[in-house]
């Protein structure tokens, strides 16, 4: 690599790292949704979020709520069962969950055989007519009453995740890991998603990138 590349690289991390924020902060952002099935569903809806912020949230920055788009909602839903979210840390939420229900270890037995790293950290909102309808819809996710982060779709297939870091519907093999779960709906219809894997935050992949390129580079100037 010449000089000129490496000192390309060198002023392109320098700018990525100046432009991060300079205190600490949660950043909280739903990443992966589950609408539902036609037929019987295999669990509740429910939608994945992670802290990419570099402190944790706790509940002591204000208290976690969602709603949605439909069922007449007027009011914001408590989150339940989820206390702290540390930074890279993963978890789940159902929509119109309770564990009394069993909706938790439902969510546990659909999805654990076929991903062995699932989450520990799931929340529930037990709130009627928070369900997520499959001709479109959106999840709202507020921390103190203030909107944290939001995400709306069209329409969504039958039994297929939408994977929003990846900004299209989930497929078995894709980047984010997706699977399809063993067991089956009345229809016989497996639940295809991701829980619990999330592809990188574009800076993220971008430094890795740049952290192996100066590497290469450096081994090349070394021979």
């Not at 000192?7 to 589950?34: H, K």
């Amino acid at each position: 690599m010449s000089r000129l590349s490496v000192a390309f690289v060198v002023t392109l991390m320098t700018a990525i790292l100046s432009a991060a924020p300079a205190r600490a902060v949660f950043d909280l952002r739903i990443t992966e949704v589950w609408v539902g099935q036609d037929g019987s569903d295999l669990s509740e809806d429910w939608f994945e979020l992670r802290n990419y912020g570099d402190m944790a949230w706790t509940t002591a920055d204000g208290a976690m709520t969602v709603n949605d788009n439909t069922g007449g909602l007027t009011t914001d839903v408590p989150v339940s069962g989820i206390t702290e979210i540390q930074p890279g840390e993963i978890v789940i939420v159902l929509m119109e969950g309770n564990p009394v229900n069993g909706d938790i270890q439902e969510f546990y037995d659909v999805w654990n055989p076929v991903k062995p790293q699932i989450l520990e950290n799931i929340g529930y909102a037990d709130g009627s007519g928070l369900g997520l309808g499959s001709g479109g819809d959106s999840v709202n996710l507020f921390i103190a009453d203030i909107l944290e982060d939001t995400f709306t779709y069209s329409s969504s297939t039958s039994g297929v995740s939408i994977d929003v870091m990846l900004g299209e519907e989930s497929f078995v093999g894709n980047a984010s890991g997706a699977v399809a779960t063993n067991a089956v709906n009345d229809l016989g219809e497996s639940a295809v998603g991701s829980p619990g894997m999330v592809v990188p935050e574009p800076a993220s992949a971008i430094l890795g990138f740049l952290g192996l390129a100066g590497a290469v580079c450096f081994a090349r100037r070394g021979r």
